[in-house]
């Protein structure tokens, strides 16, 4: 028998899910099947629009960056829940450089903003080894004080008040070119304006067709060219983390640092590296804000996006494509949130329904095969956890759809937390399939016995 | 995200306890060549004294005056003087008005800085203290301001069940956290929000609340006459504070809330069992404790004493749950819980210096300094307390091993010492 044979064998002793590719798109199909078919019965057709879409992305570009920033530290063992706070310095510098000296220098100057924030993070946990969680914390308050303080000082003076700033807002900042496909989403070709076929398409409203002319629609136009850096930031990442030597390093940082100082590795430069990209990123995510989102500095414009960035980091199990999967479901829901989609969420609790009957079904198809195998009081517990997750599986999607029949919008308070509700749903769910980094959040000292 | 080692700048309990006796017993036999007697100021440092009492209240001294330093030197790059900015602040902050301002607002901090140093003690980060009073403030409005009884059982119906909500709302994270695994930082960001979204709901005049005429403001119906908690003043009068202002009358629960917690955390055995399932779950769970149990318990208790955060205003002062009811107290809760280590007293201080620091930062506008100022030193003091305790903690170790090293040198001779 070759090893390959034994691994599979030993694989489905465990009894736990091998997914592969083709599992993940069926899921996927799946699910926008699913998603069609509940549009098409609840006739809420902003659920798949181009609009809807649209907005998606660009809501999950922040999350995205401020996630792929907080996979960066905590790959090198510093949790960095400073993010949002370095976000926040992101808008602020990006925006005084971007009303003075166009948008892309905007960018620049929010990447050196969070940067500044991630040094300090790594001079305080690196260098002086204090908690990260409580660095963080600090860094969060500093941040928003100092840039409430220098929106007080430097917006609402002079030049900056003259041409709209205000102690709560920037002036105005030029937008960011966008992108649209010719042909398909209408983009222009020279002067000549190109037809726009997907859009057509979408308005017939046509189940699973018009879906999908939606969501490609929706990618492709009017896509800011900030937002495409973001997106290949993704793949960058994956290359550099685990394809570089580089990479190597600050990840073997983050599992054993002990090991890596005995191999050779700069421990310590290595972190402050990790963290200023993270920072960096979280800056980026910030002059996001302030460029493609909004063209302006506004007070509490970061709205907790650092803290959902890390929350989906850890959705996506400290990995850049999971982290991906992750933003864009917060995206979407913070799109209808942004788009007082009450009629949308509404057909959604149809969908989460029907998602809550298919997981319990298919834990109540398994309890057959785990009764069988039942040889400790462990498998007992197993057997016994998966009936309550049956049972509250049920007894959750019959709640769900009472509330669907019985009312016609969910209000628009309830949606504004529509985003952490699923965060925390997912958390919920998924914290226990999730390995972070062995040695993350853990003080490390030179020289120091473990 | 569990991380054993006590994040929250406890005691540093890790560093050998007795290791330094020596000058008294060398003095005790003095050999030959007796080493030179260390100096009183080393002695006392080293152990001999009130040991590390210097280091305890220093540590967040040098922190607070390097975070002054910091907001002089932004004042000076905002084109004021420091100096006089200063003297302004604390003329201004020490007015007899103020300062039952001051008072009051120490208030709400101290309640928000215990529930959260109730989770530092073990090592549980429990953000969402914010969430948990705004929710149990508004609902406990709701239920006051609706029901009408006879003078004690009013307030207390309000005050049991702010503690009731809060506490709940606290168990869920607390709940997620020992059987889903969820970091409970998240957790309780998250609930944040929702709690947020959920007050902003019931908070319509169609749901539990009035729309106030002539205003834009939405409250929940006022809490009737009997159902309040008169100002403080008589009796501050009566042992000759008069005072220009109302001051709390729920000030004395907070006093007792600061009691009891410091004899829980000291002198029983379920603070002991807390502090060490904090320390190192394992250790607990050898021992007979249940650190699953205690975190789920330990949340439910911040959660209870976060209820109470909004009570002395509530019962106090407003008597309804409006859109102008403070807020972000509990992330200010955080702040001066660690300024104050999370001992009752210091956090009582560190209260007063916070409550101080917002009031007269009013003052600040009229020299040109924008008052959000108050906000970066918050965040200085934050991270130099969480710096400078860590150097201190490293220096202490250091001079324990050099104690020990000279120790040694001396020729000190443990086995024949136990002989004779």
């Known amino acids: 028998m070759s090893t390959a044979a034994v691994a599979e064998k030993v694989k489905s002793v465990n009894g736990k899910l091998n997914l592969r590719w083709p599992h993940y798109l069926l899921i996927v199909g799946g699910l926008l099947i699913l998603l069609s078919l509940v549009r098409v019965v609840d006739d809420a057709n902003d659920v798949t629009s181009s609009g809807t879409v649209g907005a998606m992305l660009r809501l999950a570009v922040p999350i995205l960056l401020a996630g792929l920033g907080g996979l960066w530290s905590e790959r090198s063992g510093v949790i960095n829940i400073g993010l949002e706070g370095m976000m926040i310095l992101g808008t602020w510098t990006g925006a005084w ?7 892309w220098v905007g960018v620049l100057a929010g990447i050196i903003g969070g940067m500044l924030g991630g040094l300090l993070h790594a001079v305080a946990t690196v260098t002086f080894g204090v908690d990260h969680i409580i660095s963080g914390v600090a860094i969060n308050i500093l941040g928003l004080g100092l840039t409430q303080f220098l929106a007080g000082l430097i917006f609402d003076t002079g030049e900056a008040k003259a041409l709209g700033g205000g102690p709560r807002q920037s002036p105005p900042i030029d937008p960011i070119k966008t992108l649209t496909l010719p042909v398909l989403s209408g983009g222009k070709i020279g002067s000549w304006q190109s037809p726009d076929w997907l859009g057509s398409l979408e308005k017939h409203h046509w189940f699973l067709v018009s879906d999908l002319a939606g969501i490609v629609r929706g990618v492709t136009a009017g896509m800011s060219l900030l937002t495409l850096v973001a997106i290949l930031l993704i793949p960058a990442t994956y290359l550099v983390l685990w394809k570089t030597a580089f990479g190597l390093r600050i990840r073997s940082c983050g599992e054993d640092p002990y090991a890596a100082e005995s191999l050779g590795v700069p421990v310590y430069r290595m972190k402050y590296l990790a963290v200023m990209i993270s920072g960096g990123l979280a800056g980026l995510a910030g002059a996001f804000l302030v460029t493609v989102a909004a063209p302006l500095y506004q007070d509490g414009q970061t709205g907790g996006r650092g803290y959902i960035g890390l929350a989906a980091m850890i959705f996506g199990n400290w990995r850049p494509v999971g982290l991906a999967a992750g933003s864009l479901l917060f995206g979407y829901t913070d799109a209808m949130n942004a788009r007082g989609g009450g009629d949308s969420v509404h057909a959604l609790l149809l969908f989460v329904t ?8 298919y834990q109540l198809s ?6 069988s ?17 049956v049972v509250l599986g049920v007894v959750a999607a019959g709640g769900l759809l009472v509330w669907y029949l019985s009312t016609d919008a969910v209000p628009g308070e309830l949606v504004s937390f529509f985003p952490h509700v699923t965060t925390l749903l997912v958390l919920a769910l998924a914290s226990q399939r999730l390995r972070m980094p062995a040695a993350d959040g853990l003080r490390y000292r030179r020289g120091e016995a473990r | 995200m569990t991380d054993p080692t006590d994040p929250t700048g406890n005691e540093p309990k890790d560093a050998p306890e007795e290791a330094p006796k020596a000058p008294a017993e060398t003095s005790k036999a003095p050999p030959p060549d007796t080493p ?3 100096p009183a100021w080393k002695a006392m440092l080293q152990g001999l004294g009130p040991r590390g009492l210097a280091f305890k209240i220093g540590a967040p001294l040098l922190a607070l005056l390097i975070s002054i330093l910091i907001a002089a030197l932004l004042m000076r790059l905002s084109g004021a003087d420091p100096v006089s900015s200063i003297q302004s602040m604390i003329d201004y902050g020490t007015t007899q008005s103020s300062l039952v301002d001051i008072v009051n607002r120490a208030t709400r901090y101290y309640l928000s800085a215990v529930a959260v140093a109730i989770g530092f003690r073990m090592a549980l980060l429990n953000i969402g203290v914010d969430g948990q009073y705004r929710l149990a403030a508004m609902l406990s409005a709701a239920l006051g301001g609706a029901l009408t009884l006879p003078a004690p059982f009013g307030q207390l119906l309000v005050i049991v069940s702010a503690m009731l909500i809060g506490g709940l709302w606290a168990a869920i994270a607390g709940i997620l956290k ?17 709690a947020t979204g959920v007050i902003a709901y019931l908070l319509n005049d169609k749901r539990l609340a009035d729309v106030r005429p002539g205003s834009n403001n939405v409250a929940t119906p006022k809490i009737p006459s009997e159902g309040r908690v008169g ?8 042992i000759g504070i008069n005072l220009p202002g109302d001051v709390y009358g729920l000030l004395p629960l907070a006093i007792v809330v600061g009691i009891v917690f410091w004899v829980v955390i000291n002198f029983t055995r379920f603070g002991f069992d807390m502090k060490v399932s904090g320390m190192s779950p394992t250790a607990a769970q050898a021992s007979g404790v249940s650190a699953k149990r205690m975190i789920v318990i330990t949340m439910i208790l911040s959660g209870a004493v976060a209820g109470l955060i909004g ?3 509530l019962l106090g002062a407003s008597y309804e749950y409006s859109l102008n009811f403070p807020a972000g107290l509990g992330f200010t809760g955080i702040t001066v819980a660690l300024l104050g280590r999370n001992h009752p007293f210091g956090i009582a201080l560190a209260a007063l210096l916070f409550a101080f620091l917002d009031q007269s930062s009013d003052v600040l506008q009229d020299v040109g300094v924008p008052k959000e100022i108050v906000g970066v030193m918050q965040g200085v003091v934050v991270l130099t307390v969480a710096i400078v305790y860590e150097l201190v903690r490293r220096w202490e170790i250091r001079l324990q091993q050099r104690s020990v090293a000279t120790e040694l040198a001396s020729g000190h001779d443990l086995a024949k010492e136990a002989a004779a």
């Open chain 1, 373 to 389: 195998s039942i040889q400790t009081d462990l498998d007992r517990r197993v057997l016994r956890n998966t009936y309550i997750g």
């Open chain 1, 97 to 103: 450089a971007g009303y003075q000296w166009g948008p």
């Open chain 2, 231 to 238: 100002p403080l003043n008589g009796f501050l009068s009566s």
């Open chain 2, 178 to 194: 020992v059987t889903r695994g969820v970091s409970e930082v998240l957790s309780t960001i998250m609930l944040n929000a929702i």
């Open chain 1, 366 to 371: 398994r309890t057959p095969k785990l009764r």
């Open chain 2, 36 to 38: 030179e007697p260390i």
């Open chain 2, 311 to 313: 009570m002395p205003e």
């Open chain 1, 354 to 361: 029907v998602i809550l009957i298919a997981v319990a079904g």
